[in-house]
RNA sequence: GGCGGUAUCGUCUAGGGGACCAGGACGGAGCCCUCUCAAGGCUCAAACACGGGUUCGAAUCCCGUUACCGCUACCA
């Protein structure tokens, strides 16, 4: 497998539901681990660590009422000083970490511009919104663009776009990662300097050949550390030979926990995280450095990001930690697969939100769906309107496994949107189409704006994206029209026959002093009686001449959509069609 | 390999020890409505990964197994 692809930031991924009172596995036999450890603040396992407050947001917050009774019995064990500080199962403490989560939060969507907006990243953003929304916080978009090599203005504007499209809006500035560049180092040469990191003189190549051997002993590698144990006067003096160096952070003995508002309590011996790099070579900072001293300085309260992020969650604690700053929640939610349950990639087919945009999905059913798609409001509820989800979004309701992106489900929800959704409110995502697509001038739709917005009417109920509104649209308008040549076969099967009801129609409505619903359903109801047919012996033959199709809204919605003149003409055509290709049969 | 995460119909999910021979939705099959197609209404098929516990009682709690996913980089 080569690594050039690289991965996306924190764009994709999505999440869980957390239930308070599922104990994860192993919990209890972790040194620092209580459950009382868990609602009063992280443990910090690092040697100089003194506790910090945390765990006041987080899962306990808006599930607290359940686990109070609980975490009632299970109090006991505290030992730790903040465990003792916090008279644990006090209601009145309760109430305020509820708060915490809740209370002003500041959430952040972190893509990296190297691609357009995939659906996993637009519902990573979707939740963190949804989340900022509800709660009244704010919800902040950062660039990560350090990785020049990949990043890309137009990717960027990608995401924008995306965003703007989904009505996902961000509060404050956009933040570009790669203009914190001097604060990131500012902050790695300040663990430096505090004896949290340290500087590391093997080259990649020494690495490479190292993992390479042990991977071929079939043991697992790990950075041995060897230049933690340089002199300082060796290290003095590689410095001042000018040998280039990377700076490594100094992994701490014990274990890392955090109370994931997704998964519960997850924890990560250190033993097991190798003295990972936070500088390269050329004083650029890695992922995780950058994100901790974006997120400090971007005063982030609750980090909701892809759960193929848990990993990272350690290191970047532990950066925390040594930076001495108080943790953030995290919330890890689950990845969206395709269809076949693999990750989401191009060979399912579209995956940017700008195909689907394309593809004539609604913003209001994407981010419905979206939304589904690794959480729920609980019970039945499916569609519904922004406003209604950002009421019901909770924690509670996300899950915890990998969701399968199903187009169908999609189309479906579209359908449901656009039926839901006013002629007035579709109009401005038709219209383009609808010229586009040669029907008519912006400036004849809207000479005929009502005329126009009842003929959306009448189509979207059938349509499943807008696209299908401006297929069935065609035969509306004054351009030719052209026959299928199945429906032909169908239903003008007898020639002379259909020519010779038409005929009859035509005379018929011609005939008519109203050109209404009621009347015309009389008087056709009328010439199948007279002629001893079933009424859809009239009513196909006419909806072919009239839309070209056999399949239509109800006839005389269509006969009455479409007014008498163009009606009229239209049968004109069709018996002239039949006349003409009779003649050529014959 | 190591570490971490996850596991209810094909798919999205409800479910928080008894209300579950597991509910809703998409998709599928069929019926109704009906001028066609949608929409809508009704019906059917379809799941608690497996094995042990705990309990009077487990889809729900615990342990293990299996499977899948993620991380394991001077990528993000």
């Not at 914190?180 to 990191?197: I, K, T």
């Not at 759960?307 to 532990?318: C, E, F, V």
Request: net charge neutral; glycine share 8%; charged share 25%.
């Amino acid at each position: 497998m080569c690594w050039s692809g690289g991965r996306e930031a924190e764009g994709g991924g999505l999440l869980n539901r957390y239930r308070v009172e599922k104990p994860y596995r192993g919990f209890e036999s972790l040194p620092l681990r209580s459950r009382e450890a868990r609602a009063c603040a992280r443990l910090r396992d690092k040697g100089t660590g003194a506790w910090r407050r945390l765990g006041d947001r987080g899962r306990l917050t808006e599930t607290a009422a359940r686990p109070l009774s609980q975490r009632r019995r299970q109090a006991p064990v505290p030992l730790s000083r903040s465990a003792q500080t916090r008279a644990l199962p006090d209601p009145d403490y309760l109430a305020s970490s509820m708060s915490s989560l809740t209370d002003s939060p500041r959430v952040r969507f972190a893509p990296s511009p190297t691609g357009y907006l995939h659906v996993g990243g637009a519902r990573t953003a979707l939740f963190n919104w949804l989340f900022a929304r509800k709660f009244h916080g704010q919800f902040l978009l950062r660039i990560e663009d350090t990785d020049k090599a990949r990043s890309t203005d137009d990717s960027t504007r990608a995401i924008f776009e995306g965003l703007t499209w989904l009505g996902l809006d961000w509060d404050e500035e956009v933040v570009y990662q790669a203009q914190g560049l001097e604060r990131h180092q500012h902050d790695a040469h300040a663990l430096v300097d505090r004896g949290f990191a340290y500087r590391c003189f093997c080259t990649a190549a020494e690495l490479d050949a190292q993992r390479t051997a042990a991977t071929a002993r079939g043991e697992s590698f790990r950075y041995d550390r060897r230049c933690d144990r340089l002199s300082p006067d060796r290290v003095q003096q590689r410095l001042s030979t000018g040998d280039p160096f990377v700076v490594r952070f100094r992994v701490p003995n014990g274990t890392t926990s955090w109370d994931d508002v997704v998964h519960g309590p997850i924890a990560f011996p250190n033993k097991d995280i190798e003295d990972f790099v936070i500088l390269r070579s050329d004083a650029t900072p890695i992922y995780n450095m950058a994100v901790v001293s974006d997120d400090i300085a971007m005063a982030i309260t609750l980090v909701m990001r892809g759960d193929d992020h848990i990993s990272n969650t350690p290191k970047q604690i532990l950066l925390y930690d040594a930076l001495g700053h108080a943790l953030p929640q995290f919330a890890h939610v689950p990845m969206i697969h395709g269809l076949d349950g693999k990750k989401l990639s191009k060979r399912h087919g579209a995956t940017a939100v700008a195909d689907y945009r394309k593809e004539g999905i609604l913003p209001s059913a994407m981010v419905n769906f979206l939304a589904l798609l690794g959480w729920s409001p609980g019970g039945d509820r499916e569609v519904m309107s922004r406003d209604e989800m950002i009421a019901l979004f909770s924690v509670d309701g996300l899950q915890k496994k990998a969701a399968v992106f199903d187009t169908k489900k999609l189309e479906w929800m579209n359908g449901q949107h656009l039926s839901l959704t006013p002629a007035a409110e579709l109009e401005p995502r038709v219209t383009p189409d609808v010229i586009s697509a040669g029907l008519a001038t912006a400036d004849e739709l809207s000479e005929r704006r009502e005329w126009y917005l009842s003929l959306i009417e009448l189509l979207k109920v059938r349509a499943r994206t807008v696209h299908d509104i401006v297929r069935q649209a065609g035969p509306y308008f004054p351009g030719p029209l052209t026959y299928d040549d199945e429906a032909i076969v169908k239903q003008w099967k007898d020639r002379a026959g259909s020519h010779d009801v038409l005929a009859a129609v035509r005379k018929c409505l011609s005939e008519l002093a109203r050109w209404d619903s009621a009347t015309m359903e009389e008087a056709l109801r009328t010439i199948a009686e007279t002629r001893g047919v079933a009424a859809g012996k009239i009513f196909q033959p006419l909806r072919l001449a009239l839309t070209g199709m056999t399949v239509s809204p109800g006839i005389f919605d269509v006969l009455v959509t479409m007014g008498r003149d163009l009606s009229l003409r239209r049968i004109d055509d069709a018996i002239h069609f039949l006349e003409v290709d009779q003649h050529l049969l014959t």
